[in-house]
C-alpha cells in the first residue's frame, strides 16, 4: 500500500513565523501536490512537482513556496506565517502525469496561525 | 463558481438507506473521480470512470456519468454507520498536461 505521511497533524505558529511543512511517499511516485483544504471551498492546489527539483505553481501559491531535494519528499514553506494561512493542509503523491492517476492522500496537517 | 460542484452540501440518511450524491462540472473531462474522506484525515480514492463510460460499480458504489449533462452521481446502497464521511468528485481534464480539479465535497451522516 501506498503510504504518505505528514510531519504533523497539528501545528500552532505565531504570525511572522517561518514554517515547514513536510512530506513523504514511500511508493516511488513521480507526482506530489500540496493542497489546502477549507471549509465550502473543497480542495484548492498550492504547488505540484513532478520531478525532483521541479516546481510548479497551483491555484493559489501566494505566500508558500515548496522545495523538492528527493523524490520521496516534498515540503511546504510558509516564509512568514499569517491568521488566513490558518487552514488544513493536505499532501498527495501520484505515480505519474497519466490521465488515470489516483492521488494518494496523507493525514493532513491541521495549521493554527496566531 | 468551481469546475466541480457537488450537491447537497450535506446529506443525513438512516442506516439501510441508500445515499446519493451529485457533481456538475463546467468543462470538457478526460475522467471522473470520487474520493472519501473521514472525519479530519486525508482522502482515499474510491473509484474512475472515463468519459466514455456511463456506468461503474465498485461494491456498494454505483457511479453515473453523463458528459452531455455534464454531471455524474455516486450512489451508496445499503449505506452503514460507517460510511459517515465527506465525499468529493474530482473532474480530471487535459490542460497541458492532466489535470485534477477537486469539488467542495458532500457529507453524508448515516445515522445507525
Known amino acids: 500500500d501506498v503510504k504518505v505521511t505528514q510531519s504533523s497533524r497539528y501545528l500552532v505558529k505565531r504570525t511572522g513565523e517561518k514554517v515547514f511543512l513536510e512530506c513523504v511517499q514511500d511508493m516511488d511516485h513521480e507526482n506530489m501536490f500540496w493542497y489546502r483544504q477549507d471549509p465550502g471551498l473543497g480542495l484548492r492546489l498550492i504547488y505540484f512537482s513532478y520531478d525532483v527539483k521541479m516546481k510548479e505553481k497551483g491555484d493559489i501559491p501566494e505566500g508558500y513556496s515548496v522545495s523538492r531535494e528527493k523524490k520521496e519528499r516534498f515540503s511546504l514553506i510558509l516564509e512568514s506565517a499569517s491568521t488566513n494561512q490558518t487552514s488544513m493542509y493536505l499532501c498527495a503523491s501520484s505515480h505519474s502525469g497519466s490521465s488515470t492517476d489516483t492521488q494518494y492522500f496523507g493525514p493532513g496537517t491541521r495549521l493554527t496561525v496566531l | 463558481s468551481q469546475q466541480g460542484e457537488e450537491d447537497p452540501q450535506a446529506l443525513s440518511i438512516q442506516e439501510g438507506e441508500n445515499a446519493t450524491m451529485n457533481c456538475s462540472y463546467k468543462t470538457s473531462i478526460n475522467n471522473l473521480q470520487w474520493y472519501r474522506q473521514n472525519s479530519g484525515r486525508g482522502l482515499v480514492h474510491l473509484i474512475l470512470?472515463?468519459?466514455?463510460?456511463r456506468e461503474k460499480h465498485s461494491g456498494r458504489l454505483r457511479v453515473t456519468l453523463d458528459t452531455s449533462k455534464k454531471s455524474s452521481s455516486l450512489l451508496i446502497t445499503a449505506s452503514r454507520a460507517a460510511d459517515t464521511a465527506s465525499y468529493f468528485c474530482a473532474t480530471v481534464l487535459r490542460a497541458g498536461g492532466f489535470k485534477t480539479i477537486f469539488g467542495a465535497g458532500t457529507r453524508l451522516f448515516v445515522k445507525a
Open positions: 470512470i472515463r468519459s466514455n463510460e
